[in-house]
């Protein structure tokens, strides 16, 4: 599966995108940002508070809630402001 990270969580982890393979017990969006968090100090930092992180499944937004069987891509965003 690919994963990609965008804006200050990029710069945090120290990747733009990176293909894993997701461990059982990986099953929605929350799980992932659990196990991603656990990963490293990038992670950590990055995902301090995992709420706050908006994803996408396959470009298209979704809950954290949100199954991840069958997703091709997984996207990572920070918090978005409006200006």
């Known amino acids: 599966m690919k994963l990609a990270y965008f804006a200050w969580?990029?710069?945090?982890?120290?990747?733009s995108e990176e293909e894993v393979e997701l461990p059982a017990g990986v099953?929605?969006?929350?799980?992932?940002?659990?196990?991603?968090?656990?990963?490293?100090?990038?992670?950590d930092a990055a995902l301090q508070a995992p709420e706050i992180i908006r994803v996408a499944i396959d470009q298209?937004?979704?809950?954290?809630s949100q199954p991840l069987a069958g997703a091709r891509e997984?996207?990572?965003?920070p918090p978005m402001t409006g200006g």
């Open 60 to 64: 298209e937004h979704v809950d954290h």
């Open 27 to 43: 099953e929605t969006v929350s799980d992932l940002l659990h196990w991603l968090k656990g990963r490293g100090a990038g992670y």
């Open 74 to 77: 997984i996207a990572l965003f």
């Open 9 to 15: 969580v990029r710069e945090r982890i120290g990747l």
